[in-house]
């Protein structure tokens, strides 16, 4: 069965980084588009960065020059870099990745985790 968790979240003040990691587990085949997600109280959950296999990335303009998403294929985990971190980055991030296993290909998303933002 395949699981993604992620970690890394957490209080930071203003203007200080995160790291958020996400780690996919069970028979996987191959993975192709790794995605972070953010949900912030009373709002609609949106995309704030997105890798391909091969490294293509894009950003949510929201985020564009303090994070940074990158992956690491061998070990089946996305990361995201989050620098000069704003109150309005606050919520709950969530990885999401379109994999490939032996019996078909789905989208998985993580559980959470949570990141506050201080000002």
């Known amino acids: 069965q395949v699981q993604l968790v992620e970690s890394g979240g957490g209080l930071v003040q203003a203007g200080g980084s995160l790291r958020l990691s996400c780690a996919a587990s069970?028979?996987?085949?191959?993975?192709?588009?790794m995605d972070w997600y953010r949900q912030a109280p009373g709002k609609q959950r949106e995309l704030v960065a997105g890798i391909t296999r091969d490294g293509v990335t894009n950003y949510a303009d929201s985020v564009k020059g303090r994070f940074t998403i990158t992956r690491d294929n061998a070990k089946n985990i996305v990361y995201l870099q989050m620098n000069s971190l704003k109150s309005e980055d606050t919520g709950v991030y969530y990885c999401k990745a379109e994999i490939f296993e032996i019996s078909g290909r789905g989208d998985y998303w993580g559980q959470g985790t949570t990141v506050t933002v201080s000002s």
């Open positions: 069970g028979h996987i085949f191959r993975i192709k588009d």
